[in-house]
């Protein structure tokens, strides 16, 4: 559970794609077509052929809005 007023990670996930969508507009399209997966135990972030991006929650947890922005940015070039 996250402290008072610290956003959980789907809430960080969800801020990451905010500030990619308006640092990177261009890639607009494939932000907004990413599924995201919870994957408990991964360590980091990781996505697939199928547009989806799997992530360690509590990993997620620990890393600023900015570190998960730039591993799903960094995803979205596999």
Known sequence: MPAKNELTAEEKI???K???LYMRPFLAPA???VTVFPCPGLGTMAADKFWRV???PETISRWSVIQVASAFYHELFH
Request: hydrophobic share 60%; charged share 15%.
């Open 31 to 33: 932000i907004t077509a």
């Open 14 to 16: 969800a801020a990451a």
């Open 18 to 20: 905010v500030r990619l």
């Open 54 to 56: 799997y992530y360690d």
